[in-house]
């Protein structure tokens, strides 16, 4: 986590843009969602977004 959050800094600092689009952190959400409902359900989910 520490290590994430110099990156940030050091990204901000040196105006370098993040290679993290909003679409991957869209997809990496759909991804801990389905897991939480497949644990919850016990069925295999499908995932609504792509990367």
Known sequence: MYEDVMQLVDWVRD???????A???????????SGYRAATT?????LTTTF
């Open 23 to 33: 679409e991957h952190a869209r997809h990496v959400i759909d991804i801990i969602e």
């Open 42 to 46: 016990g069925q295999t989910q499908d």
């Open 15 to 21: 105006g370098t843009p993040s290679i993290v689009t």
